[in-house]
């Protein structure tokens, strides 16, 4: 990611909380890079913790949504089949929420993901985890 992205990410939407997408199987993956970005000094929103016991779903992402710092997309072959992880993508845009794609497994996106992110640039998981969250973090933050 060039620096003119990570800096203009900081400066749009500096109190949001990160928003971490992802296709539902790739829930534990998810997680872990949620920990990775948090025990990096990030704060981050993710479906599962943040959405309370009675609260609309739908509702709840759209509101983090609207006020995430950046979304960050957990790329993986079963992302090409998520509606969900779709429609989080129409609205980031509709946000100007920056989005962040990190492929965490050897696939590209298809059909609609594909023009979705045709025009962003990825960080690349599988050269390295490490690597991969330290430019993640340094991107965002």
């Known amino acids: 990611m060039s620096g003119a992205v990570a800096s203009s990410i900081g400066k749009t939407r500096m109190t949001g909380r990160i928003f971490i997408s992802f296709a539902t199987v790739d829930k534990s993956k998810a997680a872990t890079v949620c920990a990775a ?13 943040d959405v309370l016991a009675g609260q609309n779903y739908q509702g709840a992402i759209v509101q983090a949504l609207e006020c995430a710092k950046a979304m960050v997309l957990v790329f993986s072959a079963r992302t090409n ?61």
Do not use: M, N
Not at 38 to 48: A, D, F, P, T
Not at 111 to 129: F, K, M, P
């Open 37 to 49: 970005l948090e025990s990096g000094g990030l704060s981050c929103w993710i479906s599962y913790r």
């Open 81 to 141: 089949e998520s509606e969900e992880v779709t429609k989080e993508l129409s609205l980031a845009s509709a946000f100007r929420v920056p989005v962040i794609p990190l492929r965490v497994e050897d696939a590209l996106p298809k059909g609609a993901l594909h023009y979705e992110l045709a025009t962003r640039q990825r960080i690349d998981a599988l050269a390295g985890w490490d690597i991969a969250i330290a430019e993640l973090v340094a991107a965002i933050g």
